[in-house]
């Protein structure tokens, strides 16, 4: 019979394996195209499997909690099923095979575990996190202290390898006290104060998200010196003109014209001027990025935040950047967004304005360099210069806030960009066609 081979999607470049959440079949169900299948979760983002054939699902090799490599196979389906009439597996072959190479590989490292350590895992791991486990020869004892940040609390390879760099950091200040030397307060592990809940206290795991993107900015504030730069623009042309055109705009393009897409066209302008802010930093080499591709912070109900990120934003026009945004913005929000969605952003903006609030400083969103925060617009007096004196008007005006590394970029730098990207707001033609 024919049987086609369902395996793991290559979810993006950067990712090689993700973890089953939840299967929607079990061996013996029929499918129709497009039915869906399984969630799988990334470090990055949740993705729906749906079935490219329809057919019978006659295997599946991975349960829920598990954590596959791209290109695995995960299940089998027997395209000449049919709902009518579910047939067993004849090629049992292909069946073996695949079974075969999974028992393989878990048999291989097992026995390897074994010839070097005792016990059994309380736990499960995955064939890489075990290997790893074998390789830097972590005991059972200490596995039973790790905390695991995965579904259901699954030990992840990355809480593994932070385990090990903490364990790491604490026997080299160790070596340094045994020797006479000294430690510098960068090599300090700083621990959160026990804590002890009273009567009456709420207590909420984390979910998932929550703990990546604390993770995420931890590591971002232990790696890039941070500082802020805050201006104020007036935006009063950009209101005019957009009360103007904001009706037509919907009719004719079917999307909602945003102060947004008019201050990403600003940044992305001075981008090009500012190299250094369109960059990346590995140890002390700077990369500059060729491509300017712009994430934007989205707000999600649970609270949480993903940033998708608008690709190559300098080839983009307004309408085409407004689009964008509201592609991904409701991608973001339905949960449907695809892992290229949220990779190889170069420069992050976020907006305050949203949530009606002034100004903030952002974290740098790594590996990239800076983050431009936006805030609310609002009317204001303001003195202008006229030919006949200053007179006292009401504008409209926010504050842009820009989080820059200060390894590689200065105050002067960075001053000297967001000042440009005010000048392109404050000189925007309120006669302008889109």
């Known amino acids: ?13 950067s990712i090689t394996q993700a973890t089953i959440i939840r299967w929607f079949v079990k061996e013996g169900d029929y499918v129709k195209e497009d039915d869906s299948l399984l969630d799988i979760a990334t470090d990055k983002v949740d993705s729906e499997i749906p079935s490219p054939v329809a057919g019978v699902i006659t295997k599946i090799f991975f349960n829920e909690n598990d954590v596959v490599s791209v290109g695995e196979i995960i299940a089998l389906i027997d395209t000449s099923g049919s709902k009518d009439k579910v047939s067993a597996v004849s090629d049992e072959s292909i069946v073996d095979s695949a079974t075969e ?3 393989v590989k878990n048999e291989k490292i097992t026995s390897e575990l074994k010839s070097s350590q005792a016990g059994k895992f309380s736990r499960f791991y995955s064939p890489l996190a075990r290997q790893i486990i074998k390789n830097e020869k972590i005991s059972f004892e200490e596995l039973d ?3 695991g940040s995965g579904i259901n609390g699954r030990v992840t390879k990355k809480d593994i390898l932070t385990y090990l760099e903490t364990r790491n950091k604490v026997s080299a200040q160790t ?3 045994s020797t006479g030397a000294g430690s510098s307060a960068a090599d300090e592990i700083i621990k959160a104060p026990p804590l002890r809940p009273y009567e009456g206290d709420q207590i909420i795991e984390m979910d998932r998200i929550r703990k990546l993107t604390a993770e995420h900015m931890i590591r971002s504030k232990q790696v890039s010196a941070h500082v802020t730069n805050i201006l104020e623009v007036d935006v009063t042309g950009i209101v005019n003109w957009r009360n103007k055109i904001k009706d037509e ?10 102060y947004l897409p008019v201050i990403i066209e600003a940044a992305v302008k001075a981008l090009k001027e500012f190299p250094l802010l369109n ?21 999600l109900e649970d609270t949480n935040l993903i940033v998708p990120v608008i690709k190559n934003a300098d080839l983009l026009n307004i309408p085409g950047l407004a689009k964008e945004l509201n592609r991904l913005s409701g991608s973001a929000r339905a949960n449907s967004l695809k892992p290229d969605d949220i ?3 170069t420069f992050t903006i976020t907006n305050f304005g949203t949530f009606r609030n002034t100004i903030g400083t952002p974290i740098i969103n790594q590996p990239q360099v800076a983050i431009l925060g936006v805030g609310v617009i609002e009317k204001k007096p303001a003195v202008l210069e006229t030919p006949d004196g200053d007179v006292i008007a009401i504008r409209h005006k ?5 989080t820059y590394d200060h390894r590689i970029i200065n105050g002067a730098y960075a001053g000297a960009w967001l000042r440009k990207v005010a000048d392109y707001l404050e000189s925007f033609d309120q006669n302008r066609k889109i």
């Open 101 to 103: 190479i999974k028992e």
């Open 249 to 258: 705009f919907e009719k004719r393009e079917g999307v909602k014209l945003t």
């Open 343 to 345: 990779q190889d952003g």
């Open 279 to 299: 960059a990346s930093v590995d140890g002390t080499i700077i990369i500059l990025k060729k491509k300017i591709n712009v994430g934007v912070a989205v707000a």
């Open 175 to 177: 070596a340094a006290v």
């Open 398 to 402: 926010m504050f842009l806030s820009l």
């Open 1 to 13: 019979m024919p049987l086609f081979e369902l395996k793991m999607p290559k979810l993006g470049e």
């Open 145 to 147: 202290k790790i905390q």
